[in-house]
Antibody
Framework: DVQLVESGGGLVKPGGSLRISCVASGFTFTSYTMNWVRQAPGKGLEWVSSTSSGGVLTHYGDSVKGRFTISRDNAKNSLYLEMKNLRVGDTGVYYC?????????????WGQGTLVTVSS | DIQMTQSPSTLSASVGDRVTITCRSNETISTSLAWYQHRPGRAPNLLLYKASDLQSGVPSRFSGSGSGSEFTLTISSLQPDDFATYYCQQYNSYPYTFGQGTRLDIE
């Protein structure tokens, strides 16, 4: 079975940094584009970032561009999101999500999420 | 960025009802549209992709249609598990964008 398990969330002050992780199992991680999607409290889903199977191509949403960096370690079946200069508006549950197929653009497997809280 | 707008934002219905949710984009996206179901505290669940293709394992009471800039999700006969929030998502171009969601409540 496909499993995606996020970790690393927590409380951080505005302007601070945090790195969250996602460990994948049950599929060939190196074959899939991977994504981060978030949900702020009481709000809808927002796509944050994606990385190609080899990690060379990356894309970001406008609200995080220049502050967040997506990366992956295929040897460890792991996906990361390095978040800097965090804002209160970055608070939310961050989900790791797998593309349905190579660069399909939609997501067929999701983790349970990790909560990031940005507050003073 | 492509903006996705869903209507209605909230929908009240009963078990057995047929319901339809609409999703519109402000640019043409062909059929590059997916639908998700999201229950509180759980991971989102892919229902349909390419506007009308049913994801494996999803009940056939869910169906989708549309192309260009107007799309619909229909649930033919609501079941208790279907009361959740539904999102459309365009993947025609980056940045990918979701609709604001439609919350489906029990009437």
């Amino acid at each position: 079975d496909v499993q995606l398990v996020e970790s690393g969330g927590g409380l951080v002050k505005p302007g601070g940094s945090l790195r969250i992780s996602c460990v994948a199992s049950g599929f060939t991680f190196t074959s899939y584009t991977m994504n981060w999607v978030r949900q702020a409290p009481g709000k809808g889903l927002e796509w944050v970032s994606s990385t190609s199977s080899g990690g060379v191509l990356t894309h970001y949403g406008d609200s995080v561009k220049g502050r967040f960096t997506i990366s992956r370690d295929n040897a460890k079946n792991s996906l990361y999101l390095e978040m800097k200069n965090l804002r209160v508006g970055d608070t939310g549950v961050y989900y790791c999500a797998r593309d349905w197929a190579v660069r399909s653009g939609f997501f067929d497997s999701w983790g349970q999420g990790t909560l990031v809280t940005v507050s003073s | 960025d492509i903006q996705m707008t869903q209507s209605p934002s909230t929908l009240s219905a009963s078990v057995g009802d047929r319901v339809t949710i609409t999703c519109r984009s402000n640019e043409t996206i062909s059929t590059s549209l997916a639908w998700y179901q999201h229950r509180p505290g759980r991971a989102p669940n892919l229902l349909l992709y390419k506007a009308s293709d049913l994801q494996s394992g999803v009940p056939s009471r869910f169906s989708g249609s549309g192309s260009g800039s107007e799309f619909t999700l229909t649930i033919s006969s609501l079941q208790p598990d279907d009361f959740a929030t539904y999102y459309c998502q365009q993947y025609n171009s980056y940045p990918y964008t979701f609709g604001q969601g439609t919350r489906l409540d029990i009437e």
